[in-house]
């Protein structure tokens, strides 16, 4: 048993790690590298895919450069949907805004909250990731300058009264806690926050119920939260007590000083040990709910790890070095192997025993569920602490779930380990 249970009396001596010795990203080319290793000592053009071969021995054998995908449709080329759904407009016409010169240079976000009145910019901004406020008839980041002189249309609703956090009593697994930090492993069909159309069961309304103290940064609806899980992803999150740990740890993903390790469970089996995928990752043009690879997006890079070959599938270890939405999920699709059980965009949405030991229809294990939720989890996360300085690792172990599959797997389908070097167990 490792970490706490908050649905149990709490005891139980917190999981972790500490190394103090760190190489920063900008000395990592042809050396060290916080996120990649160090046997990544190779830099890659935007837009293309890097596959890696080992021989027998464990050395490199060939680097070969993947191009392109042709004939797949844009799902298996990389698009995913976001969680949420776009705010509905109120009856009646749109909130119309005009800028001032004297608010040149301001944010958007900053100026909206103020002259709107909604006491929320995490509001302000979530209405404007989704469409709900437009400059000059445009989709816009909240994180525009104004010039002065824009219209601004806002067809969002702003706050209510019921726009507040109710505190749940939800069991939570803490890896680690003190003044400054608390860590956890995070269930699935848990999302971290409430959002569009979802209110309660989240890691906010535990984290409201167990923790007094937990940063304001982001809002009412979001204290503590730094960064994100998607809602079926399980594994290792970090949540800040105060706002000086918060604004410490969010630089540090800002800065890319945060390693984090994943592992996932990919359809198909992959041809090289090692992919190395910078695709920008971009808002569909024609649908905004959408993720796709795209020359026009944020610059986006992932390495991802053979750790395992089954028959049909793939256990792979994935090292995201940014942090895009869906990242992982839309380059694994992008190379032709989505994360199994994806029902964004993979290519089912749950796996039976049936299906894995190609059993008769009539067998009563047939139709019994092993995974109905993408095969992704947060292994372990190392950043700086925030306040003692000590570069720490968190790490949770593989969801039951997931291990559950691999193991059906490993008993019915030839495998073959990869002959790259390293640890292999997750």
Same mark, same amino acid.
């Given at each position: *048993?490792?970490?706490?249970?908050?649905?149990?009396?709490?005891?139980?001596?917190?999981?972790?790690?500490?190394?103090?010795?760190?190489?920063?990203?900008?000395?990592?080319?042809?050396? =060290?590298?916080?996120?990649?290793?160090?046997?990544?000592?190779?830099?890659?053009?935007?837009?293309?895919?890097?596959?890696?071969?080992?021989?027998?021995?464990?050395?490199?054998?060939?680097? $070969?450069?993947?191009?392109?995908?042709?004939?797949?449709?844009?799902?298996?080329?990389?698009?995913?949907?976001?969680?949420?759904?776009?705010?509905?407009?109120?009856?009646?016409?749109?909130?119309?805004?005009?800028?001032?010169?004297?608010?040149?240079?301001?944010?958007?976000?900053?100026? !909206?909250?103020?002259?709107?009145?909604?006491?929320?910019?995490?509001?302000?901004?979530?209405?404007? =990731?989704?469409?709900?406020?437009?400059?000059?008839?445009?989709?816009?980041?909240?994180?525009?300058?104004?010039?002065?002189?824009?219209?601004?249309?806002?067809?969002?609703?702003?706050? #209510?009264?019921?726009?507040?956090?109710?505190?749940?009593?939800?069991? !939570?697994?803490?890896?680690?806690?003190?003044?400054?930090?608390?860590?956890?492993?995070?269930?699935?069909?848990?999302?971290?926050?409430?959002?569009?159309?979802?209110? #309660?069961?989240?890691?906010?309304?535990?984290?409201?119920?167990?923790? %007094?103290?937990?940063?304001?940064?982001?809002?009412?609806? $979001?204290?503590?939260?730094?960064?994100?899980?998607?809602?079926?992803?399980?594994?290792?999150? &970090?949540?800040? &007590?105060?706002?000086?740990?918060?604004?410490?740890?969010?630089?540090?993903? +800002?800065?890319?000083?945060?390693?984090?390790?994943?592992?996932?469970?990919?359809?198909?089996?992959?041809?090289?040990?090692?992919? !190395?995928?910078?695709?920008?990752?971009?808002?569909?043009?024609?649908?905004?709910?959408? *993720?796709?690879?795209?020359?026009?997006?944020?610059?986006?890079?992932?390495?991802?790890?053979?750790?395992? %070959?089954?028959?049909?599938?793939?256990?792979?270890?994935?090292?995201?070095?940014?942090?895009?939405?869906?990242?992982?999920?839309?380059?694994?699709?992008?190379?032709?192997?989505?994360?199994?059980?994806?029902?964004?965009?993979?290519? $089912?949405?749950?796996?039976?025993?049936?299906?894995?030991? +190609?059993?008769?229809?009539?067998?009563?294990?047939?139709? =019994?569920?092993?995974?109905?939720?993408?095969? !992704?989890?947060?292994?372990?996360? #190392?950043?700086?602490?925030?306040?003692?300085?000590?570069?720490?690792?968190?790490?949770?172990?593989?969801?039951?779930?997931?291990?559950?599959?691999?193991?059906?797997?490993?008993?019915?389908?030839?495998?073959?380990?990869?002959?790259?070097?390293?640890?292999?167990?997750?």
């Amino acid at each position: *048993m490792y970490g706490q249970d908050l649905s149990s009396p709490r005891g139980t001596a917190p999981r972790y790690s500490s190394n103090s010795r760190y190489v920063r990203d900008e000395d990592s080319v042809g050396g =060290k590298n916080p996120v990649f290793g160090p046997r990544a000592g190779f830099r890659l053009i935007a837009g293309r895919v890097l596959g890696r071969i080992y021989n027998q021995e464990g050395r490199r054998e060939a680097d $070969r450069e993947i191009r392109a995908f042709p004939g797949r449709s844009p799902n298996e080329r990389g698009m995913c949907m976001n969680e949420s759904s776009p705010g509905t407009a109120p009856e009646g016409q749109p909130t119309r805004l005009a800028v001032p010169q004297a608010s040149a240079g301001r944010r958007l976000d900053v100026w !909206l909250n103020d002259v709107l009145g909604w006491n929320s910019r995490a509001r302000v901004q979530e209405q404007i =990731k989704l469409g709900g406020i437009l400059v000059d008839g445009e989709a816009v980041k909240p994180s525009l300058r104004l010039r002065g002189g824009e219209s601004i249309e806002v067809h969002a609703e702003g706050p #209510t009264a019921d726009d507040h956090l109710l505190p749940e009593d939800l069991p !939570l697994k803490v890896i680690y806690e003190d003044a400054s930090v608390i860590v956890l492993d995070k269930p699935p069909f848990m999302a971290v926050h409430p959002g569009a159309g979802r209110r #309660t069961g989240t890691l906010a309304n535990a984290l409201a119920h167990h923790f %007094r103290s937990l940063s304001d940064v982001n809002g009412s609806l $979001r204290p503590g939260i730094v960064h994100r899980l998607d809602r079926d992803t399980t594994g290792v999150i &970090c949540v800040a &007590c105060t706002n000086r740990a918060h604004f410490s740890i969010a630089g540090q993903f +800002h800065d890319r000083e945060v390693e984090k390790t994943y592992f996932a469970i990919a359809e198909g089996v992959l041809e090289f040990d090692e992919y !190395l995928v910078e695709e920008p990752i971009g808002r569909h043009p024609a649908n905004p709910l959408k *993720m796709a690879c795209l020359p026009s997006g944020r610059p986006s890079s992932t390495r991802f790890e053979v750790v395992e %070959r089954l028959d049909g599938f793939t256990f792979v270890r994935c090292r995201p070095k940014t942090g895009r939405t869906h990242q992982i999920r839309v380059h694994l699709a992008h190379i032709g192997h989505p994360i199994l059980c994806d029902r964004l965009y993979g290519r $089912r949405h749950r796996i039976t025993r049936g299906e894995i030991l +190609h059993l008769s229809p009539e067998d009563p294990d047939y139709e =019994k569920t092993l995974l109905d939720r993408q095969a !992704l989890h947060a292994a372990n996360l #190392t950043l700086f602490h925030p306040l003692k300085g000590e570069r720490m690792t968190f790490e949770a172990p593989l969801a039951k779930d997931m291990e559950a599959v691999l193991e059906v797997l490993r008993g019915r389908r030839p495998r073959s380990r990869s002959t790259h070097q390293g640890d292999r167990s997750p």
